[in-house]
């Protein structure tokens, strides 16, 4: 018997950012997010000439190229060594909290620790805003808390860090993401020192909207502010370019917001507050992950 796949229609035909993709990568998309192979989380692999069959394609000629076009557009990631998909959209048309489900969420998680582990860290990122999305209050259970807690078993019982624990990640975002990462954020990692400058404040992560030189000028501005300070900061900054609330420019906006500050009236908006739940979080994941490889290589 076969399973049921849904299709949102507004978010796959009307979408924006479906207006650039021709009819062959359309056909594509839909056979990746309802083929057989396909699976909870929508990463899986396929064996691509079964799937230029059951397309009507041929393997080398067409459905390669398109495939390659698709992880061009950010619509998926294709590894051709393991033939791994990863469908970046799955959870446009897929509920993230029925795969964190009770009945599912140990498939679930077997099915994430069998991708590609390059796509780990930015897997559970996303999955992660998208549960932090679809969070409610009233709920007792919390699928987050439930993956974080999964993936702390790779530890070893290290224990959980507090609140304001800036996690030590040995990789940097770039300050411009091609591929339209979702988790929306930059790490500056300095090459030189100045006498504000301290191994903590190369932790700050800066909106990734910011251009270089809006960057510089930012950094310049909060050297003098303590670092958890600046970090709100940058949340509150995160959530108003979210928003469009920034009329004139960045520096301009963190011009008025330091004055602010220093008459002890900024406080974080609630965007900008889950802003900073959920980086806490995902560094949090991306530690656990760190260490889960180091105690593997050990």
Known sequence: MGRQRTINDKKFWSSPKMAGCTIEDRFALLYLLTCPASNIIGSYAIIPRIAAAEIGWDTESQLLPVLRRLSDSGFIKYDSETSFVWVCIWWEHHHPKVAMGPMLVKKTIKQIR????????EYLKDLLKQLQEYQDPKEGRDPSKILIEEFELQKEKTPPPPPNHR???PYHYPIDTADGNSNNISKINHTTTNKHTTPERNLLIFPSKLKTSELTQIERH?????????????DEMEAALAHSK???SPTQWLIGVLKKYEQ????????AVGIKRERIQLQYVENLYINGLQNQNT
């Open 246 to 248: 920034i009329e004139r």
């Open 114 to 121: 069998e991708m590609p582990s390059s796509w780990f860290s």
């Open 167 to 169: 996690a030590s990640i």
């Open 222 to 234: 909060l050297e003098e502010i303590p670092f958890s300070d600046a970090q709100d900061i940058l």
């Open 264 to 271: 002890g009236l900024f406080k974080l908006t609630p965007a």
